[in-house]
């Protein structure tokens, strides 16, 4: 696709409900970035993708955020028992290479509401 | 761990003005990046403009310039004859080799007709 698409764009959970998030970054690009974003906040990273690898998951808040990308292109963020406090906008976003100041593309995330 | 400042938690300017938008930061890393991202109400964060440490001379994309002081950890981003399609939050961030992409609070802009 043109550009980094995201679904659901909405998703509301009951407290305690498993939810997958699904990303599908710029075809090509190495790089796949997931970030929280809380309401009145800036994003905040959770985890760092270099194609199939997970590199760094250090900003994920608890062992109940799992996130993958088995083929190196789509990836999914699965929050399991959802809290109150991961009510947020989860953002993706992907770059073609590596590069720490390599531009990143992000799509338009999806906001979890859990009640 | 570096951090992220903007003090200006919304700001608003008339049509066709220059509006410019503060940041700091704080980091004991020398060589690092520094990025002004747009984020409209689809979400979608845009870069609007990137600079290099290393760099003396301030970047420029059309009409968004920024002001980089190094020694005073001070990147501000100046908007020259606003449009009304720059209506939008702008978060300012920081990227060094040790540490991940930090984005600040934002500031939240609007251009006035």
């Known amino acids: 696709g043109a550009g980094v698409s995201q679904s659901p764009r909405y998703k509301v959970a009951k407290r305690g409900q498993d939810v997958a998030l699904r990303c599908d970054p710029i075809?090509?690009?190495?790089?796949l970035f997931w970030y929280q974003q809380a309401l009145g906040q800036g994003p905040e990273f959770l985890t760092y993708?270099?194609?199939?690898?997970?590199?760094?998951k250090s900003g994920l808040p608890s062992d109940r955020f799992f996130a993958e990308r088995p083929e190196g292109s789509v990836s999914t963020l699965k929050i399991q028992r959802t809290q109150q406090e991961d009510s947020a906008v989860y953002l993706c976003?992907?770059?073609?290479?590596?590069?720490?100041?390599?531009?990143?593309?992000f799509g338009s995330g999806t906001q979890l509401s859990v009640l | 761990a570096q951090t992220v400042t903007q003090s200006q938690p919304e700001m608003s300017v008339q049509e066709a003005e220059t509006v410019t938008l503060s940041c700091t930061y704080d980091?004991?890393?020398?060589?690092?990046?520094l990025f002004w991202y747009k984020q409209p109400p689809s979400r979608q964060m845009i870069l609007v403009i990137r600079?290099?440490?290393?760099?003396?001379q301030n970047a420029t994309e059309n009409r968004f310039s920024v002001n980089f002081q190094k020694a005073a950890k001070s990147f501000s981003l100046k908007i020259s004859d606003s449009q009304l399609g720059d209506t939008a939050m702008y978060f300012c961030?920081?990227?060094?080799?040790?540490?991940?992409?930090?984005f600040g609070t934002g500031t939240r802009l609007t251009i006035i007709p």
């Open positions: 961030a920081f990227i060094g080799l040790r540490e991940k992409l930090t």
């Open positions: 980091t004991s890393e020398n060589n690092y990046y």
């Open positions: 976003a992907s770059s073609t290479g590596t590069a720490i100041n390599e531009k990143l593309f």
């Open positions: 993708f270099q194609n199939e690898a997970q590199l760094d």
């Open positions: 075809s090509g690009h190495v790089s």
């Open positions: 600079q290099e440490a290393y760099k003396q």
